[in-house]
């Protein structure tokens, strides 16, 4: 019930303060970020007592509430959390305090809307990992994806619309793919019990021919393979990225992506572990070359948001070969670098759209020795790039490492060549960090202030705190 | 005393935190005061850390700081802890580490003083000591890794400390990526290690892999899976060895990390990091022991790298090139005599030329300092009377690297090409090689020696000397290390047991070898005497010398390294960066795109027939019923 609250209340607060900014200038701003921290700490609070009152660590799925939504087809609106979803919901609140800040100066037009709309992500996304309800989570998918158009189509750089409607076909024809998916194993629940069922839970319970289950698990994939994004399907993302608002590069890479993973691991994998083994070596071919064409590609880009953007898509080619390891240690470590790259993508999205409102441009040609004027910018854009590259201390490398670790069981070639996408990765690190910070200074620019700061201080003190002490997130099982 | 070992690596980093909080805002003197006081410090830890070792029972100490993650596969679970581990080894690496780190902060403090960014310097050096001590006491080799690249990271930073100027950032990038290709192959060597043996502590990898060996027997043993994956994990940490220590062929980044102050060549390319594949190799020895084919690999890589580097340096016009190649041989020496099993020697002379070449590092830094940041050799001379203190301190460092008797160096070469001839994985092959690398040594030392220090002066301007006591005691705590500092008993006899070979078929040393490896170097000496006279003679009146440098294509191919640079350009930077930029719309991209095109194309067609002109719509009525009544006529 607090879970669907918490949703209803992040609506509710979009909407007052999209109404409010008609009234009071710059109150929409401090509306949305008091009821993030606000809402968040309530989610924080409950999971802690549930955890306690009910003696539950959440490894497995606790079913939060479940009623009658359409009862014809015997829709339900049902959420449950587990460990999985706790912590990448916990990740979304944090980078959506983080999407509140950035926008602090940089959104001036239809501010009270824009909060309105970034809210409305957030509950969707907040939505898609709690909603056990096939249906339910269709619903929120689709909650998700309208308000992030929005952001980009209305708040975006210079060729918002095109970006925006790349974004908004690739993701329609993808999920298109899993409604047929969901409705055709809802009908076979029909078939196989004689009711009709979306419910997660007894999905789980379904024993579907391999024949079938094949075409059922490969429509998931492909809505989840675009979000993630998986070469050859991710040519939405760079230009999505490039041209949203910096709170709205901050939640696609940050959380949007994450969706992909979460739907890869509890659609994909857990409802068709046959199909997806026998899937696992196409899966993991994909995603080895996400890794290093993600990196050849990061390397070839002038526009510094472009850069980052190709890097996710090589970070995320390592979750996903991970993910069809089949392994323990490989799940973990994709878990890990789900947490570590939204956290160290945010950190590049927001320095980019720092960097960008100084200069106003994101071209790396632009840049150059702002070390000069800027130490501490500098200091953090190194530490984020470090995190990308894989520097060890940092989360990433622990979720690399433990991927790596765990393919290496299974499919040792692929680790093997997933780890060149190290030297792949350095390279485009150090092409960012120094054509931006060092070389002969163009330009002097302010460097970071107080809000900045908190910003980067806290994501880079995120970022060391898992790397150094990765228990805070390994002592959990995933379900795995 | 188990706290104090904990604490070893958190002196440097508080300084360093502290001068990265405070940056500019801190004085020259505050600044400097923090970074070498808290180098003071590790060194008195360090002390006090020896003397307990020596004393404790087993010769080691370790301390758990804390649990960082575990690793698991089918054979159980290996525990990763941030976990440190001193033995004779690392002791003889952390007194390295921090004696000799001290010695250069104490120089750096003085000589970086009218650099602006002094507080930032000395925050990088400080969190390099970091690193670097994390890397000589981590027992396990993902901590080791964290090491590895924190020194990898500070060396980049360093190196390009001077950003401004582009070729100190290309430089800078340069050594970080192609280290990280070695660092690459050394991650690989972790996952099949892991995969192997089921733990990444170093001494548990090699108690299972010599519990293997003795279980399967030696015979069986080689023929092995086990085997087989040790001669990989062996050949892949030697990959990782040869990119942080620039041995072939990943030797190119070294002589252009150079770009970097002086400080840092002596402290990051000459004593300390470089070494740290020879440490690597030394500490995993026990795994290396087990591939006699990597070893006899690795002394090779040392003897080539030793050769290639001293013809290098023959060549050279810039004075830190000359030791930047130097080292590289030097380091080919630490190779050689590791890959020939002859542990305690190369650790031995990893020590000693940690003193030598910091000493010769920081009197170039102090001449180039007088000499207004004059680096090339050609335009030098004749400073022996000018700079006399800088000159004989410089000789000093020189006699030791050619390994003349009575030196450090010398104790510890011949320590190393004494056992090559008889070593298993080594031979007279090797032994000869490394008598060459002497000649050549004591050749190019010669050459450089003369063409700095003697003859006419051909600097224009009129040196400075910077005659400040503490750096110049800094150097003279240096070269009285270089001098005596082979008499430092060193006893890794605990380190290496498992390492103590019989030779499988004696061979006989001929009674010659000690007697050649001693003159080696005077001949080489003997030889520049006459063949590099004009360099060291002034020219008499009205005779007039050519001290140009030669830029025969011989010689200039000897300058850039061998052609190395030339042959991975075009064998791997050009086409990746040709692949970069033919592919930079994304070819995936354009062909989705495709569709958005083709229903565009429609569009605009369809668009085109619906131009509200009536004449149109009739026409294309007309013409559509003719042709109607045509087709169903016919």
Same mark, same amino acid.
């Given at each position: 019930?607090?879970?669907?609250?918490?949703?209803?209340?992040?609506?509710?607060?979009?909407?007052?303060?999209?109404?409010?900014?008609?009234?009071?200038?710059?109150?929409?701003?401090?509306?949305?970020?008091?009821?993030?921290?606000?809402?968040?700490?309530?989610?924080?609070?409950?999971?802690?007592?549930?955890?306690?009152?009910?003696?539950?660590?959440?490894?497995?799925?606790?079913?939060?509430?479940?009623?009658?939504?359409?009862?014809?087809?015997?829709?339900?609106?049902?959420?449950?959390?587990?460990?999985?979803?706790?912590?990448?919901?916990?990740?979304?609140?944090?980078?959506?305090?983080?999407?509140?800040?950035?926008?602090?100066?940089?959104?001036?037009?239809?501010?009270?809307?824009?909060?309105?709309?970034?809210?409305?992500?957030?509950?969707?996304?907040?939505?898609?990992?709690?909603?056990?309800?096939?249906?339910?989570?269709?619903?929120?998918?689709?909650?998700?994806?309208?308000?992030?158009?929005?952001?980009?189509?209305?708040?975006?750089?210079?060729?918002?619309?095109?970006?925006?409607?790349?974004?908004?076909?690739?993701?329609?024809?993808?999920?298109?793919?899993?409604?047929?998916?969901?409705?055709?194993?809802?009908?076979?629940?029909?078939?196989?019990?004689?009711?009709?069922?979306?419910?997660?839970?007894?999905?789980?319970?379904?024993?579907?021919?391999?024949?079938?289950?094949?075409?059922?698990?490969?429509?998931?994939?492909?809505?989840?393979?675009?979000?993630?994004?998986?070469?050859?399907? =991710?040519?939405?993302?760079?230009?999505?990225?490039?041209?949203?608002?910096?709170?709205?590069?901050?939640?696609?890479?940050?959380?949007?992506?994450?969706?992909?993973?979460?739907?890869?691991?509890?659609?994909?994998?857990?409802?068709?572990?046959?199909?997806?083994?026998?899937?696992?070596?196409?899966?993991?071919?994909?995603?080895?070359?996400?890794?290093?064409?993600?990196?050849?590609? @990061?390397?070839?880009?002038?526009?510094?948001?472009?850069?980052?953007?190709?890097?996710?898509?090589?970070?995320?080619?390592?979750?996903?070969?991970?993910?069809?390891?089949?392994?323990?240690?490989?799940?973990?470590?994709?878990?890990?670098?789900?947490?570590?790259?939204?956290?160290?993508?945010?950190?590049?999205?927001?320095?980019?759209?720092?960097?960008?409102?100084?200069?106003?441009?994101?071209?790396?040609?632009?840049?150059?020795?702002?070390?000069?004027?800027?130490?501490?910018?500098?200091?953090?854009?190194?530490?984020?790039?470090?995190?990308?590259?894989?520097?060890?201390?940092? !989360?990433?490398?622990?979720?690399?490492?433990?991927?790596?670790?765990?393919?290496?069981?299974?499919?040792?070639?692929?680790?093997?060549?997933?780890?060149?996408?190290?030297?792949?990765?350095?390279?485009?690190?150090?092409?960012?960090?120094?054509?931006?910070?060092?070389?002969?200074?163009?330009?002097?620019?302010?460097?970071?202030?107080?809000?900045?700061?908190?910003?980067?201080?806290?994501?880079?003190?995120?970022?060391?705190?898992?790397?150094?002490?990765?228990?805070?997130?390994?002592?959990?099982?995933?379900?795995? | 005393?188990?706290?104090?070992?904990?604490?070893?690596?958190?002196?440097?980093?508080?300084?360093?935190?502290?001068?990265?909080?405070?940056?500019?805002?801190?004085?020259?003197?505050?600044?400097?005061?923090?970074?070498?006081?808290?180098?003071?410090?590790?060194?008195?830890?360090?002390?006090?850390?020896?003397?307990?070792?020596?004393?404790?029972?087993?010769?080691?100490?370790?301390?758990?700081?804390?649990?960082?993650?575990?690793?698991?596969?089918?054979?159980?679970?290996?525990?990763?802890?941030?976990?440190?581990?001193?033995?004779?080894?690392?002791?003889?690496?952390?007194?390295?580490?921090?004696?000799?780190?001290?010695?250069?902060?104490?120089?750096?403090?003085?000589?970086?003083?009218?650099?602006?960014?002094?507080?930032?310097?000395?925050?990088?050096?400080?969190?390099?000591?970091?690193?670097?001590?994390?890397?000589?006491?981590?027992?396990?080799?993902?901590?080791?890794?964290?090491?590895?690249?924190?020194?990898?990271?500070?060396?980049?930073?360093?190196?390009?400390?001077?950003?401004?100027?582009?070729?100190?950032?290309?430089?800078?990038?340069?050594?970080?990526?192609?280290?990280?290709?070695?660092?690459?192959?050394?991650?690989?060597?972790?996952?099949?290690?892991?995969?192997?043996?089921?733990?990444?502590?170093?001494?548990?990898?090699?108690?299972?892999?010599?519990?293997?060996?003795?279980?399967?027997?030696?015979?069986?043993?080689? %023929? %092995?899976?086990?085997?087989?994956?040790?001669?990989?994990? !062996?050949?892949?940490?030697?990959?990782?060895?040869?990119?942080?220590?620039?041995?072939?062929?990943?030797?190119?980044?070294?002589?252009?990390?150079?770009?970097?102050?002086?400080?840092?060549?002596?402290?990051? =390319?000459?004593?300390?990091?470089?070494?740290?594949?020879?440490?690597?190799?030394?500490?995993?020895?026990?795994?290396?022991?087990?591939?006699?084919?990597?070893?006899?690999?690795?002394?090779?890589?040392?003897?080539?790298?030793?050769?290639?580097?001293?013809?290098?340096?023959?060549?050279?016009?810039?004075?830190?090139?000359?030791?930047?190649?130097?080292?590289?041989?030097?380091?080919?020496?630490?190779?050689?005599?590791?890959?020939?099993?002859?542990?305690?020697?190369?650790?031995?002379?990893?020590?000693?030329?940690?003193?030598?070449?910091?000493?010769?590092?920081?009197?170039?830094?102090?001449?180039?300092?007088?000499?207004? =940041?004059?680096?090339?050799?050609?335009?030098?001379?004749?400073?022996?009377?000018?700079?006399?203190?800088?000159?004989?301190?410089?000789?000093?460092?020189?006699?030791?690297?050619?390994?003349?008797?009575?030196?450090?160096?010398?104790?510890?070469?011949?320590?190393?090409?004494?056992?090559?001839?008889?070593?298993?994985? !080594?031979?007279?092959?090797?032994?000869?090689?490394?008598?060459?690398?002497?000649?050549?040594?004591?050749?190019?030392?010669?050459?450089?020696?003369?063409?700095?220090?003697?003859?006419?002066?051909?600097?224009?301007?009129?040196?400075?000397?910077?005659?400040?006591?503490?750096?110049?005691?800094?150097?003279?705590?240096?070269?009285?290390?270089?001098?005596?500092?082979?008499?430092?008993?060193?006893?890794?006899?605990?380190?290496?047991?498992?390492?103590?070979?019989?030779?499988?078929?004696?061979?006989?040393?001929?009674?010659?070898?000690?007697?050649?490896?001693?003159?080696?170097?005077?001949?080489?000496?003997?030889?520049?005497?006459?063949?590099?006279?004009?360099?060291?003679?002034?020219?008499?009146?009205?005779?007039?010398?050519?001290?140009?440098?030669?830029?025969?294509?011989?010689?200039?191919?000897?300058?850039?390294?061998?052609?190395?640079?030339?042959?991975?350009? @075009?064998?791997?930077?050009?086409?990746?960066?040709?692949?970069?930029?033919?592919?930079?719309?994304?070819?995936?991209?354009?062909?989705?795109?495709?569709?958005?095109?083709?229903?565009?194309?429609?569009?605009?067609?369809?668009?085109?027939?619906?131009?509200?002109?009536?004449?149109?719509?009739?026409?294309?009525?007309?013409?559509?019923?003719?042709?109607?009544?045509?087709?169903?006529?016919?």
């Amino acid at each position: 019930m607090t879970v669907t609250l918490i949703m209803l209340a992040l609506v509710i607060a979009g909407a007052l303060a999209w109404r409010a900014e008609t009234y009071w200038q710059g109150s929409a701003k401090w509306l949305a970020l008091i009821s993030l921290a606000l809402l968040a700490t309530v989610f924080a609070v409950f999971v802690i007592d549930y955890a306690i009152n009910h003696n539950n660590d959440f490894a497995q799925l606790q079913v939060l509430s479940r009623v009658n939504w359409i009862k014809t087809f015997n829709i339900q609106y049902s959420i449950a959390l587990d460990q999985l979803s706790i912590v990448l919901i916990a990740l979304t609140w944090l980078l959506a305090i983080i999407c509140a800040l950035v926008s602090w100066h940089e959104i001036k037009r239809h501010v009270g809307f824009y909060y309105f709309n970034l809210l409305l992500t957030i509950a969707g996304i907040i939505g898609v990992f709690v909603a056990v309800d096939m249906f339910l989570f269709f619903f929120f998918w689709e909650v998700m994806l309208l308000p992030m158009t929005a952001i980009i189509a209305i708040w975006g750089h210079e060729k918002k619309h095109f970006a925006a409607l790349k974004f908004f076909i690739f993701t329609q024809v993808s999920s298109l793919l899993m409604l047929v998916a969901i409705i055709a194993t809802g009908y076979f629940h029909l078939l196989q019990t004689g009711q009709l069922s979306f419910y997660y839970l007894d999905w789980l319970m379904l024993d579907i021919p391999l024949s079938m289950s094949q075409y059922l698990m490969l429509g998931f994939f492909i809505a989840f393979a675009v979000k993630l994004p998986s070469v050859p399907l =991710h040519s939405w993302l760079p230009d999505a990225h490039t041209q949203a608002p910096t709170a709205g590069s901050v939640l696609l890479a940050g959380v949007l992506l994450k969706t992909g993973a979460y739907g890869l691991i509890r659609f994909v994998i857990f409802l068709f572990p046959q199909a997806s083994t026998q899937f696992a070596p196409i899966a993991a071919t994909l995603a080895v070359v996400s890794i290093i064409y993600g990196a050849k590609m @990061a390397f070839a880009q002038q526009d510094f948001k472009r850069l980052v953007a190709y890097s996710s898509i090589s970070h995320m080619g390592f979750v996903m070969l991970a993910l069809f390891a089949f392994n323990s240690m490989a799940y973990q470590g994709a878990i890990v670098t789900m947490v570590a790259h939204g956290l160290s993508s945010a950190a590049l999205f927001s320095l980019a759209g720092m960097i960008y409102q100084r200069i106003h441009s994101r071209n790396l040609a632009d840049m150059g020795g702002f070390w000069q004027s800027a130490p501490r910018m500098g200091g953090f854009a190194l530490a984020f790039a470090g995190a990308a590259f894989g520097l060890p201390g940092l !989360a990433n490398f622990i979720g690399e490492f433990l991927s790596l670790v765990g393919v290496f069981q299974v499919l040792p070639e692929f680790a093997v060549i997933a780890a060149l996408g190290l030297i792949g990765s350095a390279i485009y690190g150090m092409v960012l960090f120094q054509s931006s910070f060092q070389g002969t200074p163009t330009q002097d620019i302010i460097d970071l202030q107080p809000r900045e700061l908190i910003i980067c201080g806290s994501l880079l003190l995120m970022l060391l705190a898992i790397g150094l002490y990765p228990m805070l997130l390994l002592k959990f099982s995933f379900g795995a | 005393m188990i706290v104090l070992l904990a604490s070893l690596p958190f002196y440097p980093l508080v300084s360093f935190l502290v001068l990265i909080a405070f940056g500019k805002r801190l004085s020259w003197r505050l600044a400097a005061i923090i970074s070498v006081s808290s180098m003071a410090l590790t060194v008195l830890v360090s002390a006090i850390l020896l003397f307990e070792l020596s004393t404790s029972q087993n010769q080691v100490l370790s301390v758990n700081l804390w649990h960082w993650f575990d690793l698991s596969n089918q054979m159980g679970t290996g525990v990763v802890n941030v976990r440190f581990y001193l033995d004779g080894l690392s002791a003889v690496m952390i007194s390295v580490v921090s004696g000799v780190g001290f010695l250069i902060h104490l120089f750096a403090a003085i000589y970086m003083k009218a650099d602006t960014n002094f507080s930032r310097f000395m925050a990088y050096m400080n969190l390099f000591i970091v690193a670097m001590l994390i890397l000589v006491l981590a027992d396990n080799l993902v901590l080791l890794y964290l090491g590895w690249e924190g020194v990898g990271l500070c060396s980049f930073l360093l190196i390009g400390f001077w950003y401004q100027e582009k070729s100190n950032v290309l430089a800078a990038r340069k050594a970080f990526i192609v280290t990280r290709i070695g660092d690459t192959s050394m991650a690989i060597g972790l996952l099949l290690m892991f995969n192997t043996f089921g733990e990444l502590n170093i001494a548990a990898v090699t108690t299972l892999a010599q519990q293997a060996n003795i279980a399967a027997g030696p015979s069986s043993f080689s %023929s %092995s899976e086990q085997a087989n994956n040790i001669y990989w994990i !062996a050949l892949l940490l030697l990959g990782g060895a040869v990119g942080k220590s620039a041995q072939l062929p990943l030797q190119t980044w070294l002589p252009d990390a150079m770009a970097g102050p002086t400080p840092v060549s002596a402290l990051i =390319h000459a004593a300390t990091m470089v070494t740290a594949g020879v440490y690597l190799i030394a500490r995993m020895h026990g795994i290396f022991l087990l591939a006699p084919e990597v070893m006899n690999y690795v002394a090779w890589l040392g003897a080539l790298t030793l050769l290639l580097a001293s013809v290098a340096a023959l060549a050279q016009t810039d004075i830190k090139r000359v030791l930047a190649y130097s080292t590289m041989s030097q380091i080919g020496y630490m190779m050689l005599a590791l890959g020939a099993g002859a542990w305690s020697a190369g650790v031995f002379h990893l020590m000693t030329h940690a003193f030598f070449k910091a000493l010769l590092f920081l009197t170039a830094g102090a001449v180039i300092y007088a000499l207004h =940041h004059q680096q090339n050799l050609f335009k030098m001379g004749g400073l022996l009377k000018k700079l006399p203190f800088e000159t004989s301190l410089f000789l000093v460092g020189l006699i030791c690297l050619m390994a003349l008797p009575g030196t450090s160096g010398f104790f510890s070469k011949e320590a190393i090409i004494a056992q090559l001839w008889s070593s298993n994985t !080594a031979g007279p092959m090797l032994w000869w090689c490394a008598i060459l690398g002497a000649l050549l040594t004591s050749i190019y030392s010669c050459r450089l020696f003369f063409l700095a220090f003697l003859g006419t002066a051909r600097c224009t301007e009129n040196p400075q000397a910077e005659k400040s006591l503490l750096l110049r005691s800094a150097l003279i705590i240096l070269a009285l290390l270089s001098l005596f500092g082979g008499l430092i008993p060193l006893d890794l006899t605990l380190v290496f047991s498992a390492a103590i070979q019989t030779p499988l078929v004696q061979l006989i040393e001929p009674t010659w070898l000690h007697s050649v490896a001693i003159i080696t170097p005077f001949i080489g000496m003997l030889f520049s005497w006459f063949y590099f006279q004009n360099y060291r003679l002034s020219p008499l009146k009205g005779t007039k010398y050519n001290i140009e440098a030669s830029e025969g294509k011989i010689v200039l191919f000897c300058r850039q390294g061998l052609g190395f640079d030339v042959f991975y350009n @075009a064998l791997l930077v050009k086409p990746y960066q040709w692949l970069a930029q033919v592919n930079k719309r994304d070819i995936f991209d354009q062909i989705i795109m495709l569709n958005a095109w083709y229903v565009g194309l429609w569009h605009d067609s369809l668009i085109l027939v619906q131009n509200g002109s009536l004449r149109w719509y009739l026409a294309a009525f007309g013409l559509a019923i003719i042709l109607l009544l045509g087709v169903s006529f016919l």
